[in-house]
């Protein structure tokens, strides 16, 4: 949900399996009468001389609802490639914030409530008490509540979209995998000063993994060197998928955490300073 494919050329999208009509949320083209070539493509609507919509084409195949809205649509003059856009923004780049309106507005169940297990309140009332900005506390507090939108999440709420992950194709992306288990997220972790061990963590599980960086991973380290990352390396490792759903780009595991360290000393170093300036004033 909130998905959509832009065409540009229209020779990667699927006329009926693909989310590319410009609707809320964005589905594929509804049929004038039952299929009869289900592998056609948008560009199989396009005249390739003028660039312009095929009308007969469309009228023959295309359910007259539709035929509108595929109209309004602009056409690239050059081959340029399919790419996707997020229908909740103006510009059509995700956000945070939007992503969250969907979330909360769009993607709970209306018949039933979830019963969230003693278990997991823990953590989520942890995930407030952590040392990170409140953006980052947010997305992992999102990410214990399974508020996030993973295909999986979408697909167990019947949106149209495909179920496999969108950075190594694995045929089901849950917040585990997003987070822990896709290689590009494994390997960050691996390079990052989290202690890692199979088994142990990353697990297959998100909350024995939370439940391990909140409060298992301190018997590893000792507390005066627990100045571990992973808040930053959470929000980074989610902000890289999201750069290579919505945008295309893939982003090196070393860079990212490297990066989410840096963004992590400079955090408690601007806190250090705010506390040191706080207590000159009180003196």
Same mark, same amino acid.
């Given at each position: ?48 001389d003028s660039k312009e919509w095929e009308e007969g084409t469309l009228e023959n195949y295309v359910h007259p609802g539709d035929i509108p809205l595929i109209r309004s ?80 999440? !979408?697909? /167990?709420?019947?949106? +149209? ?5 969108? $950075?190594?194709? @694995?045929? *089901? ?44 991973k301190k018997n590893i380290i000792a507390l005066d060197q627990d100045r571990d990352p992973y808040p930053w390396i959470i929000w980074y490792v989610w902000k890289a998928?999201?750069?290579? !759903?919505? /945008?295309?780009?893939? +982003? ?5 955490? $490297?990066?989410? @360290?840096? *963004? ?20």
């Amino acid at each position: 949900m909130g998905i959509r494919q832009k065409i540009h050329s229209g020779y990667e999208v699927r006329v009926w399996e693909d989310p590319w009509i410009p609707t809320r949320p964005a589905r594929p083209a509804i049929p004038v009468a039952p299929v009869m070539n289900p592998n056609m493509r948008v560009s199989d609507l396009i005249n390739q001389d003028s660039k312009e919509w095929e009308e007969g084409t469309l009228e023959n195949y295309v359910h007259p609802g539709d035929i509108p809205l595929i109209r309004s649509m602009a056409i690239s003059s050059t081959h340029r490639q399919d790419s996707f856009c997020w229908e909740y923004t103006r510009n059509g780049q995700y956000t945070v914030k939007s992503g969250y309106w969907v979330a909360q507005n769009l993607l709970k169940p209306d018949e039933e409530k979830l019963i969230v297990e003693p278990s997991i309140t823990k953590l989520q009332a942890f995930a407030w008490k952590l040392k990170a900005p409140r953006k980052v506390c947010h997305l992992i507090w999102q990410l214990i509540t399974g508020q996030v939108a993973v295909t999986r999440n !979408l697909v /167990r709420r019947n949106m +149209r979209c495909d179920n496999y992950c969108p $950075r190594c194709g @694995e045929a *089901e992306e849950s917040v585990t995998h997003a987070i822990f288990e896709c290689p590009p997220a494994l390997q960050a972790w691996s390079l990052s000063t989290t202690p890692t061990s199979p088994g142990i963590f990353p697990a297959s599980s998100v909350y024995t993994n939370m439940d391990y960086l909140f409060w298992r991973k301190k018997n590893i380290i000792a507390l005066d060197q627990d100045r571990d990352p992973y808040p930053w390396i959470i929000w980074y490792v989610w902000k890289a998928r999201n750069d290579k !759903l919505f /945008r295309g780009i893939d +982003r090196d595991p070393l860079e990212l955490v $490297r990066y989410a @360290e840096s *963004e992590c000393q400079a955090w408690f170093s601007a806190k250090r300073v705010d506390t040191t300036g706080s207590a000159r004033q009180q003196q």
